[in-house]
């Protein structure tokens, strides 16, 4: 079984900067993706950045300039870096792994605030 936690979330004013990570029981190689998914109170879960095979990357348009995704497998970490962030980025953030095979894990989130 997969495991994955998340952590990095907190209390932040706009314009201000988070990093968020997700550190996963197993090399990250053994995933060909990994992602960043975000869920505000009344609205649906969305995807904010993915990391695929071939260190291919994907943003949300709301997000594009502003937050980056990396991996580092000597820790089995991917990171999310996050700037100049909006109030509207609140939300709590969750860490996806998909195998091969189409295997999906999630973690159990990590809280975002952007309030002044």
């Known amino acids: 079984q997969v495991q994955l936690v998340e952590s990095g979330g907190g209390l932040v004013q706009p314009g201000g900067s988070l990093r968020l990570s997700c550190t996963a029981s197993r090399s990250i190689f053994s995933f060909y993706y990994m992602g960043w998914y975000r869920q505000a109170p009344g609205k649906q879960r969305e995807q904010v950045a993915g990391?695929?095979?071939?260190?291919?990357?994907i943003y949300a348009d709301s997000v594009k300039g502003r937050f980056t995704i990396s991996g580092d497998n000597t820790k089995n970490t991917v990171s999310l870096q996050m700037n100049n962030l909006k109030p509207e980025d609140t939300a709590v953030y969750y860490c996806?792994?998909?195998?091969?095979?189409?295997?999906?894990?999630w973690g159990k989130g990590t809280l975002v605030t952007v309030s002044s």
């Open positions: 996806k792994a998909r195998q091969t095979g189409g295997s999906d894990y």
């Open positions: 990391l695929a095979a071939g260190g291919i990357t």
